[in-house]
Structure formats: structure tokens, C-alpha cells
């Protein structure tokens, strides 16, 4: 290829460039050197071509071709998003935020920022009072805060980017072999499998998909970066079920060496109901009196746990709740010992709970041996532990079977 191309990007459409495509150097001077203005412009012109050049390779670089995995392309873009998703999750990254904060609030151009942006608000304001100005800067200020606060995150992440590379890669290119794997053997996660799990992570994090779709591209990612790490994994576990779900098999030597393993206790199993007196929550003590002695009416009326719900009923503003089976360990103490102390069909004394006067009734106990819930556990584990072993030596044959370029 001619030198000369090097520099015509398609972008560029001047009399210049279609000349240096000719590779007719010498027209050009012959053209140009008899006027100085017009060497001149050539020369602007093809210093204007050169970095449009320059910058078309930079972009071509980010955006290019990293790996291609079974003629399947990574970007160096998709590793970057990765990089930053990983970033997400690093041990430590909230003091490096921290301690890069405290450094820009400490430092001498944060507080000539300030008084900047005091002068501006003064300025803007003319006729106002003080305290309106004063508001107005307040407001300002925590803006500028924010912005800091967000300057210290992102450096403390942009920090820890270039160790994360190979990791990012390296997943990359499982996932690669991953859905291509389920493609094959068509059984790859639906979107609406993934969405699902989308949803939930939007709603853990009190925020509907639009928010939490913002949210993960002001942290430098996107959500289908995320997206498409699930369907991955959830496409894999797919994979593995269906190529060897049928070989694995638990002995009951096996259960009964992990049980033997674990030191547990066993469980008290309670079988409750509950009356709730509900108290609103601006009241005196004349009202939690009254409550607490409409409860000790219906205690003594109790007549045994297949009575509770109507008994509930006939007093104004109660709720009844058939709890059901329960672990002791899970009720919050007194109450604990109290039921555990009680007879099965007996209603306790009225306690005061968060959300009023509560009657709790104990209708019958289970022990549960730890053994028992062990051994389901470990039924769970064992299996898990040999999921884990096939799916690793089938990625591992795959990935020895597989084309894998590096650009």
C-alpha cells in the first residue's frame, strides 16, 4: 500500500487528498510552489488530514478487535466495559474513594473553586437578601460536593482498571465459548430469564430498570454488559444439565461422610398463630392500657388454636395471623422463651409489639433432628460440588478445541 493512503480517510473530501491518493507528490508541489498562499493552505490542509488521520487510528484501536474466539470478535470496548464492571465489585474501593475525597477537599483549588462560585452566586443575585444568597450558595455547594464525591469514585476505579484487564479478557472469552456451546445444543437462557434477574437487582436497589440502567452507566458500564454475564451463566448451568445431569449421582457414603463432617444442634420446629392489637402510633398510655386489657379479655375467651381467627374477629381493629411452622431460632427473644416454655394449645400473655398489643399462641412443637436437615444439605452441596467439576473439565475441553486469535 502507498504511503500516501495513510493519510486519506474517507472523512477527509479535498482537492489534496485525492491528489496524495495519485501518490503525485510531485504535482502537488509543482501546483502549490509558485503561490505561497496556496502552500499555505496545502499545508494546513494536509496538517488537517494528518490528525484527522491520527485520530481515526486511535478510535479504530479502542473500538478494534482484541480476540477473536472461534472467528467470534471481543472488542477492545466490550473488555474496557468489562474492566469497569469488575471494578464494580473490588475489595477496598470505598477507602481508595475516601481517601482520594478527603485529598480534594484538602486541596488548595477546591477551596479556590469555592470562592469562585461564591463570587458568581453574589454577582447573580444582586438585590437579594443575604440569607436568600447565602441559601442559594448552600444549595450550590452541595452540588460542588457531589461532583467531588463522584471525582474521588471514579479515579479510586480508574485506578484499579489496568489489573483487571486480563481477568475481564479472560471471562470474556469463557463466555464466548459458553453461548456458543449453548447455541449449539439450543438451550440458551431467554431474555425474559435474564430481564427477570435485571428486574430483581433494580428493585434490590430501589430503582426501576430506566434508574438502574442510568445508574450503571454513570459507573462507566452498561447494563448489557450485565446482561449478557447472566445469560452466560445461566446458559452454561443449561449446558452442563443437559450434558451431564444424568451422571451425577450422590452415595449414601457420601452423605453420610459430609453429615458426619458437620457439628449441628437439633431444631425446634413451633407451629404459631398470632392475635395483633393494632396501636396507632401517636398514642398515650391511656390507649395502650385499654388495648392491653382488651387483649387479657380475649386470652381468657381463648378457647384453643382452631378458634383463633373467630376470636380475632370480635374485637374491632385486630389482625390475625396463622404463622405456621417456624423455627424457634428465628422468633426474636422474649417471645422465644416464653413459646418455648409454654404448652402446645396455649395462648401467651399480651406482649407489646412494633406494631401494637400481640397475643401469640403456641399450637404444637416438632424436633428436628440435625441430622435430618443436614443430610438435605449436603444432598445439595455434593451435587453442587460435581456440577462444578464436569462444568470445569467441559469449558476446559472446549477451550482446547477452540480457535482463539489474539490481535
Request: charge should be positive; charged fraction near 30%; hydrophobic fraction near 40%.
Amino acid at each position: 500500500m502507498p504511503r500516501s493512503r495513510l493519510f486519506c480517510p474517507r472523512l477527509v473530501r479535498s482537492a489534496l487528498c485525492s491528489v496524495i491518493a495519485l501518490g503525485s507528490w510531485a504535482a502537488l508541489t509543482s501546483t502549490v510552489s509558485a503561490d505561497p498562499a496556496a502552500l499555505a493552505r496545502a499545508s494546513g490542509a494536509m496538517a488537517k488530514a494528518h490528525g484527522a488521520a491520527l485520530v481515526h487510528v486511535t478510535a479504530s484501536r479502542t473500538q478494534g478487535i482484541a480476540v477473536l474466539v472461534n472467528d467470534e470478535p471481543i472488542t477492545n470496548y466490550e473488555i474496557e466495559l468489562r474492566q469497569k464492571l469488575l471494578a464494580m465489585n473490588v475489595g477496598g474501593l470505598q477507602e481508595r474513594a475516601q481517601a482520594n475525597f478527603k485529598k480534594l477537599v484538602k486541596a488548595e483549588s477546591t477551596n479556590t473553586k469555592l470562592k469562585a462560585i461564591l463570587d458568581t452566586t453574589i454577582k447573580a443575585n444582586q438585590g437579594k437578601s443575604r440569607e436568600e444568597i447565602l441559601a442559594i450558595f448552600e444549595q450550590k455547594k452541595k452540588d460542588f460536593a457531589k461532583g467531588l464525591q463522584e471525582q474521588a469514585v471514579s479515579s479510586a476505579r480508574a485506578s484499579v482498571l489496568p489489573g483487571l484487564r486480563k481477568k475481564a479478557l479472560e471471562e470474556l472469552i469463557e463466555e464466548r465459548l459458553k453461548l456458543q456451546e449453548a447455541k449449539r445444543l439450543n438451550v440458551l437462557a431467554e431474555d425474559d430469564e435474564v430481564n427477570k434477574i435485571i428486574a430483581g437487582l433494580a428493585e434490590r436497589n430501589k430503582m426501576n430498570e430506566k434508574q438502574f440502567e442510568a445508574h450503571m452507566k454513570k459507573m462507566g458500564t452498561d447494563v448489557y454488559t450485565m446482561r449478557t454475564r447472566f445469560q452466560a451463566m445461566m446458559s452454561w448451568q443449561n449446558v452442563v444439565r443437559r450434558q451431564f445431569g444424568h451422571q451425577i449421582a450422590i452415595t449414601d457414603r457420601d452423605l453420610d461422610r459430609a453429615v458426619s463432617q458437620v457439628q449441628a444442634e437439633d431444631q425446634t420446629e413451633l407451629n404459631l398463630q398470632r392475635i395483633v392489637l393494632i396501636v396507632p402510633d401517636k398514642v398515650d398510655q391511656a390507649v395502650v392500657a385499654r388495648r392491653l386489657r382488651e387483649a387479657s379479655a380475649l386470652r381468657q375467651n381463648f378457647k384453643g388454636c382452631s378458634m383463633t381467627g373467630t376470636l380475632a374477629k370480635s374485637e374491632g381493629a385486630t389482625r390475625f395471623d396463622n404463622i405456621g411452622p417456624r423455627a424457634a431460632s428465628t422468633i426474636a427473644e422474649p417471645t422465644r422463651t416464653l413459646l418455648l416454655n409454654a404448652s402446645d394449645g396455649e395462648m401467651l400473655p399480651a406482649t407489646v409489639g412494633s406494631e401494637g398489643i400481640e397475643l401469640w399462641v403456641l399450637c404444637g412443637r416438632k424436633v428436628v433432628e440435625a441430622k435430618e436437615t443436614q443430610r438435605d444439605e449436603a444432598v445439595k452441596e455434593l451435587r453442587q460440588q460435581e456440577f462444578n467439576v464436569l462444568a470445569e473439565r467441559h469449558l476446559k475441553d472446549l477451550r482446547q478445541d477452540a480457535h482463539i486469535e489474539y490481535r
